[in-house]
Each structure stands twice: as structure tokens, then as C-alpha cells.
């Protein structure tokens, strides 16, 4: 299957889910991970029309986005060690993977130098599983609340991964807690901005995801196949 075949599938899924749930398709994004794929392939994403891109790390991004650069729209969805800060500040448009204070301080200081804010999304590990990064549920509204003043920073949602299941209505429960923890955050005013976005759902659970209040997609093999 080509990539345009692709893509013209995966939008009628996600029509479809959005007429089942009451929502606008406007209101849900798709990215494009990019992460098993080619150069070339990634290059081909963006020509037939995924502008948004996302990579899990630095040294597998680096060719793709030294080859396509401002024609896309980069996001970072993978854990960020704090030493990488440095190479995908100003380059990614959104980081997904806000879990530490640590990171927080680096993040802010290298926009700072930049004279950017940082768009972020605090990631939430919902599902309690070990093998997962991320904040635990119970964490995050304190957590919001120690990053609050970093002023180059910008929380635009929330994001997790639930874990794989071969029946995705079994994931419902980790993207429904997503969206009731950005409720409460809201609800608490910590940030003092209201928190819109949330990053969830991949290729085998997206339709889940959106029936659940997803704006961000994270789709690899469903939408860009898989390479070697």
C-alpha cells in the first residue's frame, strides 16, 4: 500500500470516530513518526501532505531534519535526556516528554537563550506501568505547580502511552484518565492558562484515543509503514 492510500485510510478512521464521538475533525492532529522509517520516506510524508512530524531521538532525527527542516512541523515524543536539550531546543516545535524537574530547568534556560518559550507536554505514565516514563497521576498537579514560574516554558496538554493491547477498547480507561487529569489541572488553575491539547493514541488505539478527547495522534506504521 502507497503512502497516499494510506493516509486517505487513516482519515476515514479518524472521521469516523469523530462522528461516533461528537467531534469536530479540525480539533484532532495527526503526527507522522517518522522513527522507523528513511529519510527519503519521511521526505515523502511531508509531500503528500503530513506537516507534522515526530521523532524519539535526537541521533535518529538529526538526517531526517537536516533534510527537511522548516518543511515540517517537529515533535519530540521520545524521553529526553537533559544533555540533548541542547541539540532539539528551537528545532522541535513541541516537546511531548516533559517528566522532571530536571529537564524542566534545561528546557527553560536553553529558550531562555533563545528568546523562545518551550511548548511541552507534561508526559503522565496513566497505565502504572514500569517499562514507562512519565509522572504518576498522583504527581502531576504538584509537579504543574514547581514549573509554573519557568517562564520560557509553555505546558500546551498532557500526553501518555497506554500499553498494548491486542483489543484497543482495553486502552479506553489510560486515555479517559488523560483527559480527567487536564480537567483537574484546569479546574485547579495552577498554571494559570488553560491546558488544551492532549498527545495520545498510536497506530493499533487511535479511534479509542479520539473517542476519549485526543488533539494529538501519534501514528508510525498506520500511516508511514515500517522500514528493514
Not at 518543511?71 to 536539550?85: D, M, R, Y
Not at 507534561?122 to 504527581?139: C, D, F, I, R
Not at 491546558?195 to 500511516?223: P, Q, Y
Request: hydrophobic letters at 40%; a negative charge.
Amino acid at each position: 500500500m502507497g503512502m497516499q492510500e494510506r493516509i486517505l485510510q487513516v482519515e476515514e478512521r479518524i472521521g469516523q470516530a469523530c462522528l461516533r464521538s461528537g467531534r469536530r475533525r479540525e480539533d484532532v492532529n495527526m503526527i507522522a513518526v517518522t522513527k522507523y522509517v528513511s529519510t527519503d520516506t519521511a521526505k515523502e510524508a511531508v509531500e503528500c501532505g503530513l506537516l507534522h512530524v515526530g521523532e524519539n531521538r535526537w541521533q535518529d532525527a538529526e538526517a531526517k531534519w537536516n533534510a527537511i527542516g522548516a518543511g515540517a512541523v517537529w515533535h519530540f515524543i521520545g524521553h529526553l535526556q537533559t544533555n540533548k536539550v541542547k541539540d532539539v531546543i528551537g528545532k522541535f516545535a513541541y516537546i511531548h516528554s516533559l517528566d522532571r524537574l530536571s529537564l524542566a530547568g534545561e528546557l527553560d534556560k536553553h529558550a531562555a537563550k533563545l528568546g523562545i518559550r518551550a511548548e511541552c507536554f507534561l508526559q503522565v505514565n496513566v497505565s502504572g506501568e514500569q517499562t514507562k516514563y512519565g509522572l504518576a497521576p498522583e504527581q502531576l498537579l504538584d509537579f504543574a505547580g514547581q514549573i509554573a514560574s519557568y517562564s520560557s516554558l509553555r505546558i500546551a496538554g498532557l500526553m501518555t502511552m497506554a500499553p498494548y493491547e491486542a483489543e484497543a477498547e482495553a486502552t479506553r480507561p489510560v486515555f479517559r484518565g488523560l483527559r480527567e487529569l487536564r480537567d483537574r489541572l484546569n479546574a485547579a488553575g495552577t498554571l494559570g492558562y488553560e491546558v488544551k491539547h492532549l498527545s495520545m493514541g498510536m497506530s493499533n488505539d487511535f479511534e479509542v484515543a479520539i473517542e476519549e478527547g485526543a488533539t494529538w495522534l501519534r501514528l508510525g506504521t498506520v500511516l508511514v509503514g515500517k522500514e528493514g
